[in-house]
T-cell receptor, first 116, second 111 residues
Framework: DARVTQTPRHKVTEMGQEVTMRCQPILGHNTVFWYRQTMMQGLELLAYFRNRAPLDDSGMPKDRFSAEMPDATLATLKIQPSEPRDSAVYFC??????????????FGPGTRLTVL | KNEVEQSPQNLTAQEGEFITINCSYSVGISALHWLQQHPGGGIVSLFMLSSGKKKHGRLIATINIQEKHSSLHITASHPRDSAVYICAVRSRETSGSRLTFGEGTQLTVNP
């Protein structure tokens, strides 16, 4: 049963601390997305990768957020230093993008982050 | 004006009713997605459309590219259909796979 996994599922931390969220995409998928969901803004794209290369991270605050794919089975989203306004649910999604085609995205369960 | 607008924002129905959720968008698109977010927070992709109509069980999604409009229909609704339904589009103007999301429609189906 292939699915996207995310860890941790819940994280409570204090302002100023570093937060690292991890995502394991579905095996064989070549595109990975990081989304943030808040009550105020809804779902927003933070960054996405294709074949481990970052294609678009324009939605991400560059001064404190960073996203990487150290290998094809792991994507990370790091916040340093964290702030209360970063409190949100962070979703990872993966898909298989073929040349000239659209791809369906499969979402992970999300990481609920609370920054005190 | 948002690029993607959904209506209604909230919808309450009785079990068995036929439900329609609408999505309008203002940009040229290459694909439109319907997503379902359960009360527990998990997100499931229901449909990806670029034209016409798709059906899966009691769910039907249609899209009219000329009118920039899509609808999600649920036949014989059931309390387990209670969820937030989100429309998202991939714009032709932006490259790659970026999705722009609507604000979602909260559906409650009462027994």
């Amino acid at each position: 049963d292939a699915r996207v996994t995310q860890t941790p599922r819940h994280k409570v931390t204090e302002m100023g601390q570093e937060v690292t969220m991890r995502c394991q995409p579905i095996l064989g998928h070549n595109t990975v997305f990081w989304y943030r969901q808040t009550m105020m803004q809804g779902l927003e794209l933070l960054a996405y990768f294709r074949n481990r290369a970052p294609l678009d991270d324009s939605g991400m605050p560059k001064d404190r957020f960073s996203a990487e794919m150290p290998d094809a089975t792991l994507a990370t989203l790091k916040i340093q230093p964290s702030e209360p306004r970063d409190s949100a649910v962070y979703f990872c999604a993966s898909g298989l993008r073929l040349a000239g085609g659209n791809n369906e995205q499969f979402f992970g369960p999300g990481t609920r982050l609370t920054v005190l | 004006k948002n690029e993607v607008e959904q209506s209604p924002q909230n919808l309450t129905a009785q079990e068995g009713e036929f439900i329609t959720i609408n999505c309008s968008y203002s940009v040229g698109i290459s694909a439109l997605h319907w997503l379902q977010q359960h009360p527990g927070g998990g997100i499931v992709s229901l449909f990806m459309l670029s034209s016409g109509k798709k059906k899966h069980g009691r769910l039907i999604a249609t899209i009219n590219i000329q009118e920039k409009h899509s609808s999600l229909h649920i036949t014989a609704s059931h309390p387990r259909d209670s969820a937030v339904y989100i429309c998202a589009v991939r714009s032709r103007e932006t490259s790659g796979s970026r999705l722009t999301f609507g604000e979602g429609t909260q559906l409650t189906v009462n027994p």
